[in-house]
């Protein structure tokens, strides 16, 4: 039996969502329904369809009260939705259903895992959010919470570690049946740890230990750990907040983490052998991943920054917060290598391909324009001429508007730049990366839709994302060398 608070938000949902024409949302993005979106949460596929559930505050367009919301699809780009799968509406989580995951029972339903938040008034006079997780059951479209809530608690997490800082469950299920989940959590001196846990059943949970611990090297608290194996390595995704810049390889504030190593099932230890950031544009968080029927990992962020949320087109939106554009996974020489699921190319129409074009100065092209585009670069130096001193591409482009991506080839860094695209506000508007490239010669490919873009570089190296809000009529694109290019160009119109 649904609750009203839960029917209260379903009822609002459906209306609000009648007011928010296709138009105005990403076209093959997933966008909340209503309202707010924030973290990617409950990544599956079952009943033949993935599920994504998120963040969600249907009521306004900032975050509140937290919900799950809820979409289907059957390629990963077109997205239907359903009803909110959970309302705050129990004791144990009052003050909001946090992030959590999804895994398939023995008999067919679906388990979802979520943090329960309930805030309680301090000595200080302040509030703290009191963390636990709980679980809810349901048919991919209705489902009822656990009457034993919550099924971890304070007393289930080592000693010293912060009751307030302990979310974000990851679950799955082992080969021998039993289950097993991650969670975000502060250790005694406050610094990130993930907490192992397992389960016969995936009800009844009991802590196993500490499966890795950040010790004050990347930011302070991880949240929205993922974690799994991805050709013959294992993969921890984390999302760890008040970072430090590293070099090009880590951003200030909240970023996206991988560690790459071998876990050892046996004594359930995991060896970091490498680590990276996951996204270097401005704009993605919280990843979570699906393994697909056929066998791939696919990955999905929150494409938004905490640091940028006030960036937006006005404030009276009826929407605000979209998912990246689903990406397949793998580990190539220690690397985690990323690319869009192959599903976009079936969306590829009305392709337009130049070789060798000569670039010195700007240049624009027939056939090339549009905010929901495919574009795939080869940047290389003229044959017979120096090394040239900066490349870059300007798209959502009109005489008032452009973003831009530049590639200075003697520094070995690509920037992602935004500052002309409409904004008011003097936030993040740039991100710099260091990518390898050889003498000169770069591969991108670029994703364009309405409100965003996404960058892969050298077959999926590196990817940056950003958000962008430039108005729609500003669609052309641009190139431009300082010194001389010979590019080649391959576009697509996304349909």
């Given at each position: 039996?649904?609750?009203?608070?839960?029917?209260?938000?379903?009822?609002?949902e459906?209306?609000?969502?009648?007011?928010?024409?296709?138009?105005?949302?990403?076209?093959?993005?997933?966008?909340?329904?209503?309202?707010?979106?924030?973290?990617?949460?409950?990544?599956?596929?079952?009943?033949?369809?993935?599920?994504?559930?998120?963040?969600y505050?249907?009521?306004?367009?900032?975050?509140?009260?937290?919900?799950?919301?809820?979409?289907?699809?059957?390629?990963?780009?077109?997205?239907?939705?359903?009803?909110?799968?959970?309302?705050?509406?129990?004791?144990?989580?009052?003050?909001?259903?946090?992030?959590?995951?999804a895994?398939?029972?023995?008999?067919?339903?679906?388990?979802?895992?979520?943090?329960?938040?309930?805030?309680?008034?301090?000595?200080?006079?302040?509030?703290?959010?009191?963390?636990?997780?709980?679980?809810?059951?349901?048919?991919?479209?209705?489902?009822?919470?656990?009457?034993?809530?919550?099924?971890?608690?304070?007393?289930?997490?080592?000693?010293?570690?912060?009751?307030?800082?302990?979310?974000?469950?990851?679950?799955?299920?082992?080969?021998?049946?039993?289950?097993?989940?991650?969670?975000?959590?502060?250790?005694?001196?406050?610094?990130?740890?993930?907490?192992?846990?397992?389960?016969?059943?995936?009800?009844?949970?009991?802590?196993?230990?500490?499966?890795?611990?950040?010790?004050?090297?990347?930011?302070?608290?991880?949240?929205?750990?993922?974690?799994?194996?991805?050709?013959?390595?294992?993969?921890?995704?984390?999302?760890?907040?008040?970072?430090?810049?590293?070099?090009?390889?880590?951003?200030?504030?909240?970023g996206?983490?991988?560690?790459?190593?071998?876990?050892?099932k046996?004594?359930?230890?995991?060896?970091?052998?490498?680590?990276?950031?996951?996204?270097?544009?401005?704009?993605?968080?919280?990843?979570?991943?699906?393994?697909?029927?056929?066998?791939?990992?696919?990955?999905?962020?929150?494409?938004?920054?905490?640091?940028?949320?006030?960036?937006?087109?006005?404030?009276?939106?009826?929407?605000?917060?979209?998912?990246?554009?689903?990406?397949e996974?793998?580990?190539?020489?220690?690397?985690?290598?990323?690319?869009?699921?192959?599903?976009?190319?079936?969306?590829?129409?009305?392709?337009?391909?130049?070789?060798?074009?000569?670039?010195?100065?700007?240049?624009?092209?027939?056939?090339?324009?549009?905010?929901?585009?495919?574009?795939?670069?080869?940047?290389?130096?003229?044959?017979?001429c120096?090394?040239?001193?900066?490349?870059?591409?300007?798209?959502?482009?009109?005489?008032?508007?452009?973003?831009?991506?530049?590639?200075?080839?003697?520094?070995?860094?690509?920037?992602?730049?935004r500052?002309?695209?409409?904004?008011?506000?003097?936030?993040?508007?740039?991100?710099?990366?260091?990518?390898?490239?050889?003498?000169?010669i770069?591969?991108?490919?670029?994703?364009?839709?309405?409100?965003?873009?996404?960058?892969?570089?050298?077959?999926?190296e590196?990817?940056?994302?950003?958000?962008?809000?430039?108005?729609?009529?500003?669609?052309?694109?641009?190139?431009?060398?300082?010194?001389?290019?010979?590019?080649?160009?391959?576009?697509?119109?996304?349909?």
């Amino acid at each position: 039996m649904t609750s009203q608070t839960l029917r209260e938000a379903r009822k609002y949902e459906e209306a609000s969502e009648k007011m928010i024409s296709p138009e105005e949302r990403p076209a093959f993005h997933l966008s909340t329904r209503t309202g707010w979106m924030n973290d990617p949460n409950g990544f599956s596929w079952y009943n033949g369809k993935y599920h994504l559930f998120y963040q969600y505050n249907p009521y306004e367009s900032h975050w509140g009260p937290m919900h799950w919301g809820h979409a289907v699809s059957g390629d990963l780009l077109h997205w239907e939705y359903l009803p909110a799968a959970l309302a705050p509406d129990e004791a144990y989580d009052r003050d909001g259903c946090f992030s959590g995951n999804a895994v398939t029972l023995p008999d067919g339903r679906q388990l979802l895992m979520y943090t329960g938040v309930v805030r309680e008034r301090l000595e200080s006079g302040g509030c703290s959010e009191v963390q636990t997780q709980c679980l809810a059951v349901g048919d991919g479209t209705d489902y009822v919470k656990y009457a034993n809530n919550p099924v971890l608690n304070e007393k289930d997490i080592p000693e010293g570690s912060s009751r307030f800082d302990f979310r974000d469950p990851k679950i799955w299920q082992e080969e021998d049946g039993s289950y097993r989940c991650i969670a975000g959590n502060r250790d005694a001196e406050g610094s990130g740890q993930i907490l192992l846990f397992s389960s016969p059943d995936g009800f009844g949970w009991k802590y196993e230990k500490v499966l890795a611990a950040n010790k004050d090297r990347f930011g302070k608290m991880w949240e929205c750990p993922d974690f799994f194996p991805l050709d013959g390595k294992w993969v921890l995704l984390v999302s760890p907040q008040d970072m430090l810049p590293s070099g090009f390889e880590y951003h200030n504030g909240n970023g996206t983490l991988c560690l790459i190593g071998d876990y050892d099932k046996e004594t359930e230890a995991f060896t970091e052998e490498a680590n990276q950031a996951v996204d270097y544009g401005i704009d993605f968080y919280a990843p979570q991943t699906v393994l697909t029927p056929d066998g791939r990992r696919v990955m999905i962020g929150w494409m938004q920054n905490w640091d940028t949320c006030n960036h937006r087109r006005r404030h009276d939106e009826p929407w605000f917060g979209q998912m990246s554009l689903p990406r397949e996974l793998s580990v190539k020489n220690g690397r985690l290598i990323q690319n869009p699921v192959r599903e976009l190319e079936e969306m590829r129409r009305n392709r337009v391909a130049y070789e060798k074009v000569t670039v010195s100065g700007a240049v624009k092209l027939d056939g090339i324009k549009g905010r929901r585009v495919d574009m795939e670069l080869t940047i290389r130096p003229e044959e017979g001429c120096d090394l040239y001193r900066k490349f870059a591409v300007r798209f959502a482009q009109n005489d008032a508007y452009h973003t831009s991506l530049s590639f200075r080839p003697g520094e070995s860094v690509l920037k992602v730049d935004r500052k002309f695209s409409g904004s008011r506000r003097a936030i993040i508007h740039q991100r710099r990366s260091r990518v390898n490239h050889d003498g000169g010669i770069l591969k991108l490919r670029i994703v364009l839709d309405r409100f965003s873009a996404e960058v892969f570089v050298n077959d999926g190296e590196q990817a940056l994302s950003a958000v962008l809000y430039t108005e729609q009529k500003a669609d052309g694109i641009s190139f431009i060398a300082d010194g001389t290019v010979s590019l080649d160009v391959v576009k697509y119109d996304l349909m």
